[in-house]
Antibody, heavy 123, light 110 residues
Framework: QVTLKESGPALVKPTQTLTLTCTFSGFSLSTSGMRVSWIRQPPGKALEWLAR???????FYSTSLKTRLTISKDTSKNQVVLTMTNMDPVDTATYYC???????????????WGQGTLVTVSS | QSALTQPASVSGSPGQSITISCTGT?????????VSWYQQHPGKAPKLMIY???KRPSGVSNRFSGSKSGNTASLTISGLQAEDEADYYC??????????FGTGTKVTVL
């Protein structure tokens, strides 16, 4: 059974750095084809893809946010960490992590999601 | 990367079929067969309904189908049911090796 769960602060101040952890089970990020992405959703708004890390440690970032984002993994702990610097009130959103699987038959993109964690940016 | 364009809302009566469009560019929807569709009920995480344009994950009803023509992808829900009322988002791989989501469509069952 695949599960993912996000954790991190519920409240951060403007200019601070946000660190979020995605703890997962039911799969290994050392297995070929496995990927974990971060996605966010401001209240009442659309989803926004942020970043992805693959089983081979390849990393990909949203072009508009790449200067502020860092994604990393700890395979032994089954965790993926996302940091976002210089937080602003417009970054207030529910942050999700999700798994994808790439195979020779295609890419099953974001097939399992965490429950999400709401992060509010306010002084 | 601009968000893919979806209609803000689509409605239909129970039993009817509806189609949600998702328009991008040749750098995303038109350039790759990596379009996915997600269903999101209020307060819940999104759920994968379609991947690789037209493939259904195990457990997803065959009332949901996907297709693509040029820079526009589509999700069709046939035999509309009350439980289908939700927000729907498309997503596509892009030429920048990133992903982009659509603006979202609220489906209402009349």
């Amino acid at each position: 059974q695949v599960t993912l769960k996000e954790s991190g602060p519920a409240l951060v101040k403007p200019t601070q750095t946000l660190t979020l952890t995605c703890t997962f089970s039911g799969f290994s990020l050392s297995t070929s084809g496995m990927r974990v992405s971060w996605i966010r959703q401001p209240p009442g708004k659309a989803l926004e893809w942020l970043a992805r890390i693959d089983w081979d440690d390849d990393k990909f970032y949203s072009t508009s946010l790449k200067t502020r984002l860092t994604i990393s993994k700890d395979t032994s702990k089954n965790q993926v960490v996302l940091t976002m610097t210089n937080m602003d009130p417009v970054d207030t959103a529910t942050y999700y992590c999700a798994r994808s699987t790439s195979t020779i038959f295609g890419v099953v993109n974001l097939d399992y999601w965490g429950q999400g964690t709401l992060v509010t940016v306010s002084s | 990367q601009s968000a893919l364009t979806q209609p803000a809302s689509v409605s239909g009566s129970p039993g009817q079929s509806i189609t949600i469009s998702c328009t991008g560019t040749s750098s995303d929807v038109g350039g790759y067969n990596y379009v996915s569709w997600y269903q999101q009920h209020p307060g819940k995480a999104p759920k994968l309904m379609i991947y690789d344009v037209s493939k259904r994950p195990s457990g997803v009803s065959n009332r949901f189908s996907g297709s693509k023509s040029g820079n526009t992808a589509s999700l069709t829900i046939s035999g509309l049911q009350a439980e289908d009322e939700a927000d729907y988002y498309c997503s596509s791989y892009t030429s920048s090796s990133t992903y982009v989501f659509g603006t979202g469509t609220k489906v209402t069952v009349l």
